[in-house]
């Protein structure tokens, strides 16, 4: 126990008789050995506490599809990447600032050329972005694959609406602002889609999915899609297309394989076409 009731206590290095120069070496010395040993222990750990527990999403969906965990991985890669080079950047500057920082007048000594550094801060920026660059070309190869498959969904975006027809059957879809149209797909089982747009440019976007692709006039964009589980998906407009662009939504639903085929060949009824949508909500506005 201390003896002073005050709590204060004499300094250990006034105390030393070695002298305080030498008791900071020593502490510094210490200090050295201990962060060079917490180093180290993270150095092992982290890739043994990091492979038990799940990462985070970083703001990513986690992907509701094949295609969209494709997307998310490589989501996570680039992030994790991001976060390496600048956490090494970030150490490196409060490194410099507090190794380096003035102590006295005295110009510091004076470095130049060193060709393996200059070399070595070239050469591995560039790696890392041929990496990021190969990672991205398999990402996308798998993300725009279009494997045929036996069920096709035409989709036709228009001001304000989305229409999805599916050929097989002859099965329309059609909604517009406010009715919010719903697409139904089979879950587990490849679906093309075809994309086009009947007017100005949308863009059409499932956040759960984690894609995103332009509704063309005059272009049909296909793509493929793999939902991996049975659910109601929202999707919207992405690209400001006029007065109703915010009301512009839909969603996807995925169900199993028999209750698709059921649904699929339920007739549709009468419905109206997109001209006649569009001439609605001209005349009475959004949810007409
Ligand atoms: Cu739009």
Redesign the pocket.
């Known amino acids: 126990m201390d003896p002073r009731p005050d709590g204060t206590r004499i300094s250990a290095a006034s105390a030393d008789p070695a002298g305080p120069g030498r008791r900071t070496e020593a502490a510094g010395h210490d200090l050295r050995k201990r962060a060079r040993r917490v180093l180290l222990a993270l150095v092992v750990l982290a890739p043994i506490v990091l492979a038990g527990c799940q990462l985070p999403t970083f703001g990513a969906f986690r992907g509701a599809t094949t295609q969209g965990q494709d997307a998310f991985k490589l989501w996570q890669g680039f992030f994790i990447a991001g976060l390496v080079v600048g956490g090494f950047v970030l150490v490196l500057i409060v490194w410099a600032v507090f190794r380096y920082r003035r102590r006295s007048d005295q110009v510091p000594r004076q470095t130049q050329y060193r060709p393996f550094i200059e070399v070595l801060y070239t050469v591995i920026p560039i790696l890392i972005v041929a990496g990021l660059f190969v990672f991205t070309v398999i990402t996308e190869n798998e993300v725009d694959a279009v494997p045929s498959t036996k069920v096709t969904i035409d989709v036709t975006?228009f001001?304000?609406g989305w229409q999805f027809y599916y050929p097989a059957t002859g099965k329309v879809v059609i909604g517009q602002t406010l009715q919010q149209p719903q697409m139904v797909l089979p879950v587990n089982e490849p679906v093309t889609i075809h994309l086009e747009s009947a007017d100005?440019?949308?863009?059409f976007y499932v956040p759960a999915f984690n894609f995103s692709r332009y509704?063309a006039p005059g272009y049909v964009n296909t793509f493929n899609f793999n939902v991996l589980h049975t659910g109601v998906y929202r999707g919207q407009?992405t690209?400001?297309?006029?007065l109703y662009?915010s009301l512009?939504l839909f969603s996807v639903k995925a169900v199993t394989p028999a209750t698709f085929e059921r649904w699929v060949h339920q007739t549709s009824g009468h419905q109206p076409t997109i001209g006649q949508l569009k001439n609605q909500i001209r005349a009475n506005g959004p949810g007409a």
């Open positions: 975006a001001q304000w100005v440019f949308h863009g509704a407009c690209q400001l297309c006029g662009h512009m």
